[in-house]
């Protein structure tokens, strides 16, 4: 059984095969609560064109679109099983309001100036050089755009830590503070019962 998790929850980073499929399933369903608490606090407006990095199953693609009329959404992720899932369950509005393609936070294959809104639902942790993939954000973002950054483990020291295989856990604290550094500005730090964070940074 444990053996069986491990290889489970090691696929949170990068979903590969049946388990990583598992995964995707588990995301989606879990990281409901979460994600539609932060995406109420974004305040989100009709007509935008908003960026959900590390897009996993695809659930937050169609949270975003049903949160803004005319909206555009755009997916991306590293993982090639997670590309394939979010595109069957957006399939319907599949590249006609929601575009899904495969690539990572650290070099992001969109025009400067691009997105309303950007956000990453439980996937900083695996990001492998943040202060630079928040520049990265910053470029793709127009001006006054949102970055809404998600996550549930805030403990370095957690389970989950030990448990998924390169995940770095990080105190909203230092996210905001990696948000101003990177020059955002107005940046807010919500918090909510058992451990959900929102960090909030624009783009001056």
Partial sequence: MASFLKSLFTNCACPQGRMGRLMLKFMNLCHAPLTNWGLNIAGIQDGWTMLDIGCGGGATLQRLLKRSKGACVYG???????????????????????????????KLPYEDGEFNLVTAVETVYFWP?????????KRVLKPRGKFVIMVEVVDRNSMWTNVVEGMTAYQPIQLQQMLIEAGFTQTEIHLKKPSYATVIGIKK
């Fill in 129 to 137: 050089d943040l202060p630079d993939c928040l520049q990265e954000v």
């Fill in 76 to 106: 991306i992720d590293i993982s090639e099983e997670s590309v394939a899932k979010a595109k069957k369950v957006n399939a319907k509005v599949l590249d006609k309001q929601v575009f899904v393609c495969q690539g990572s936070a650290e």
